[in-house]
T-cell receptor, first 119, second 108 residues
Framework: QVQLVQSGPEVKKPGASVKVSCKAS????????IHWVRQAPGQGLEWMGR????????NYAQKFQGRVTMTRDTSISTAYMELNRLRSDDTVVYYC????????????WGQGTLITASS | DIQMTQSPSSLSASVGDRVTITCQAS??????LNWYQQKPGRAPKLLIY???DLETGVPSRFSGGGSGTDFTFTISSLQPEDVATYYC??????????FGGGTKVVIE
């Protein structure tokens, strides 16, 4: 069965960087995009960007351009999202989700990773 | 960028009621719209894709409709396990991908 398993919660100081992993299983990893979506406490869903594991091409939301990097390691079916220069308002839950290649349907989601940026 | 306006932001209904949520796009997105359910503390779950197609395993009391700029999501008979926040999401002319603001559904 399709599964996306994310790395565990982390606490970072403002200004630091964090790298969240998303390990995929149960399907052809290079056949689907991986999207990253985040959610502040009690708030809605915010799309950060996506990576095509087949080739590594990325698209980022304007808000995160220059501060986020999405990568993948196809040998272990794992995608990564690195966010730099953390601020207190980056204290949110980060989700990875599998996106179908033609119509962007986010059909499977990771369990979410809480990143806390606090001094 | 395409904006998605979802309403209402919250609603309260009784078990067995018919519940309808609307989502309006800022421009024509054909049927490139999905609906998700998110229960507290959980990841979102896909319910409806391509505006009206029911994801495998999702109960038939959930349905979606519309095209162009105006879309609806309906629960035909609200059940206690349907307490959640529901989001619409477009996928026309990416990036960026955007979500509606969400509708929180509670039981009266």
């Amino acid at each position: 069965q399709v599964q996306l398993v994310q790395s565990g919660p982390e606490v970072k100081k403002p200004g630091a960087s964090v790298k969240v992993s998303c390990k995929a299983s149960g399907y052809n990893f290079t056949g689907y995009y991986i999207h990253w979506v985040r959610q502040a406490p009690g708030q809605g869903l915010e799309w950060m960007g996506r990576i095509n594991p087949n080739g590594g091409g990325t698209n980022y939301a304007q808000k995160f351009q220059g501060r986020v990097t999405m990568t993948r390691d196809t040998s272990i079916s794992t995608a990564y999202m690195e966010l730099n220069r953390l601020r207190s308002d980056d204290t949110v839950v980060y989700y990875c989700a599998r996106g179908t290649p033609v119509a962007t349907i986010l059909d499977y989601w990771g369990q979410g990773t809480l990143i806390t940026a606090s001094s | 960028d395409i904006q998605m306006t979802q309403s209402p932001s919250s609603l309260s209904a009784s078990v067995g009621d018919r519940v309808t949520i609307t989502c309006q796009a800022s421009q024509d997105i054909s049927n490139f719209l999905n609906w998700y359910q998110q229960k507290p503390g959980r990841a979102p779950k896909l319910l409806i894709y391509d505006a009206s197609d029911l994801e495998t395993g999702v109960p038939s009391r959930f349905s979606g409709g519309g095209s162009g700029t105006d879309f609806t999501f309906t629960i035909s008979s609200l059940q206690p396990e349907d307490v959640a926040t529901y989001y619409c999401q477009h996928y026309d002319n990416l990036p960026p991908l955007t979500f509606g603001g969400g509708t929180k559904v509670v039981i009266e």
